[in-house]
């Protein structure tokens, strides 16, 4: 008898979730999908079982789920995890790739066939990674002075709260560090970046992905 396969959907748009549910059933008539919409959900979910494969959107209403997809994983090395996004930044992409997860798919350029043959790579253990991936690795070996190559990765973490416009002390106990700390990341990376003023670095970490208009939006829904 075979071992019944379990899979967790996360995902908040539900016809999109609907979709990927349907091509795992299809894949396997032992297999069992949970759904979740977002990250408080999936988080209840996977304390509450046991899955084989996590399906998830990384843009999720309340957080992150590539933030998510780590945590998961951290739990259960032997996790599989495929990542869907719409968000095909460069910034974005190179996280994927030091994500661990086995599989990225790109909502925009992806069709359903890819979407199929993703799904079924990471249910069969093989990976998969959307064109996009592959063109960011291009874009980033040919770079000398791409964001990974010039911020350590504590000043890529901040990047992310410099964009919402937070002051150091709001930004330090998300991190885990001190106020002080946190002022010393935005003078460094200020420097490397040649940003002279909080508003252009805003606009830096908008224009490329380091935050996006859904984490703004959350923020002000949070003030």
Known sequence: MKKEFKALVVEDHAM???????????????????????CATARGAFDADAFDLVVLD?????????????????????LRVAAISAQVDDFTLSRVLDSGVMAFIDKVADDLDRLHQALND?????MYFSRSVHEAQIRERSKGDSFSKLLTDKELEVMRYFGLGLRNDEIAPKIGVEAVTVQGHRKSVMKKLNVSSAPELMRISLRYGFTRVSDIHRQRAED
């Open 58 to 78: 990384f843009d999720l209403p309340d957080g992150d789920g590539l933030e998510l997809a780590k945590e998961f994983t951290k739990g259960d090395p032997r």
């Open 16 to 38: 999109f979730r609907q979709v990927v549910v349907r091509i795992l059933l299809d894949r396997m008539s032992f297999v069992e999908v949970v759904e979740a919409g977002d």
């Open 122 to 126: 990471v249910m069969d253990w093989r």
